[in-house]
Antibody
């Protein structure tokens, strides 16, 4: 059974960089069949796709966040990471990592982490 | 940028059929997925590629997609189906995009 687990600081100061890691177990992060994705959800609001990485290609980012986002993968540790720079209170949210199945023009998210709350506050 | 629009809320009586719509320009030309999210939990995939159910998802969940609208249908709705539902599609300009979510109330 595939499992994803987010980890990282729960509190980040404004203007600093938010850094999270997702550890994948029960499956190979090196498989070319999947995108490894970050999604966030502010309290009481909807889901927002942040970006994804494919171990055999370049990452893709949400255009609205692209200037501040970096997603990378470390296959030796079976982890992928998110960095979001210059954070503000608007970046306060539950951050999820998820696996998306590469299938033509469709990439459904079939496994999700439990989510981690990141609060931006001084 | 590409946008998906869902009604904020839908109500249904137990045992009846619930329909949740998701609208976007030429959405029928894209594959749509649907996710169920209960309070305090991570989303769960209930429909992918417009009308396919992942293993473990009850047959009462079905989907369709044509024109500008995708629809999630829940037949014989049960109290356990009360949740937020999100549609999702991929667009070349925006990559993955989610609808704003629909709160399904079973009363």
């Amino acid at each position: 059974q595939v499992q994803l687990q987010e980890s990282g600081p729960g509190l980040v100061k404004p203007s600093q960089t938010l850094s999270l890691t997702c550890t994948v177990s029960g499956g190979s992060i090196s498989s070319g069949s999947y995108y490894w994705t970050w999604i966030r959800q502010p309290a009481g609001k909807g889901l927002e796709w942040i970006g994804r990485i494919y171990t055999r290609g370049s990452p893709n980012y949400n255009p609205s966040l692209k200037s501040r986002v970096t997603i990378s993968v470390d296959t030796s540790k079976s982890q992928f990471s998110l960095k979001l720079s210059s954070v503000t209170a608007a970046d306060t949210a539950v951050y999820y990592c998820a696996r998306a199945v590469r299938s033509g023009s469709s990439a459904p998210f079939d496994y999700w982490g439990q989510g981690t709350l990141v609060t931006v506050s001084s | 940028s590409y946008e998906l629009t869902q009604p904020p809320s839908v109500s249904v009586s137990p045992g009846q059929t619930a329909s949740i719509t998701c609208s976007g320009d030429n959405l029928g030309e894209k594959y749509t997925c649907w996710y169920q999210q209960k309070p305090g939990q991570s989303p769960v995939l209930v429909i992918y590629q417009d009308n396919k159910r992942p293993s473990g998802i009850p047959e009462r969940f079905s989907g369709s997609n044509s024109g500008n609208t995708a629809t999630l249908t829940i037949s014989g709705t049960q109290a356990m189906d009360e949740a937020d539902y999100y549609c999702q599609a991929w667009d070349s300009s925006t990559a993955d995009v989610f609808g704003g979510g629909t709160k399904l109330t079973v009363l």
